[in-house]
């Protein structure tokens, strides 16, 4: 719904209006004892860390089915949060650091899934994405204008320190000990979601037929979102999704290796990446 309201003061109050509904939603639900077992499921990642991905798949009418689980309309509200979300809900898009995520009251049977990536292929996403297809409301328009004046190069840069403080966040995930928390990387996903994604919902209480993954794999997968992405655009515009999809091995120069280290020490070899 809020994917069609491009002012941003109208989109915020569809938004506030969603979640006010999922916190009634939620009550009614425990007033009659009929929450579902995993009464929250969390998204968290870094932001072009497949968070798009995740919430497609736990908004996708299948497993909405076997989760119970409304959708909230995502928010960069969560810092410094102290209100719980609403009982019986799927909340993406939680950008934060473990100890902060740690904080945020939670007090209903819940399960998250965080998804890293390698931090040099998100620089270069975050690249792409200031002149994509991201509207001017999510405040990239002052963004996209200082880049504009720069070299591939120095833009790069822009971009890694712009996500400086997302990357420091991911580092707090690695090794987090605690049963309710499962975390994998994005490639490890891409390259065998069969293996994968059903591992992802089992951890949330999912278990689906080979007919109900099949269809859920085929209608999440990048193809399919992109074209679901377009449909909802003006014919001609760009995807929220990269056609041409450069690595960071062919754009980063040794200045780009020594500043994601300079930001992040050692994560890159903590995550398990090559160097």
Known sequence: MTTSVNWAPARTTVKRGAHAAAHARGRYLAARGDLPDIANVYAASCPKAGSQWTKALFDHPIVRAHTGLFTLPQFAYYRGRRRAFPAATFVPGVYLSYPAYASLPKPYSHRTVYVFRDPRDIVVSGYFASFGAHPDMLGLAERREKMSSMSVEEGLLYSLQESAHHFRDMATWVDVADERVATWRLE????????????????????????????????????????????????????????????????????????????????????????
């Open 188 to 275: 490890d996903i891409s390259a065998d979601p069969e293996a994968t994604v059903p591992k992802i919902l089992a951890h949330c209480g999912v278990n689906l037929s080979d007919g109900e993954l099949a269809q859920v794999l085929d209608e999440t997968s990048r193809e399919a979102l992109q074209r679901q992405d377009l449909a909802r655009r003006a014919p001609g515009a760009d995807s929220h999704y990269r056609v041409t999809r450069q690595s960071f091995r062919e754009l980063f120069g040794a200045e780009h290796y020594e500043a994601v280290e300079n930001v992040v020490p050692g994560l890159v070899e903590r995550l398990g990446y090559p160097a």
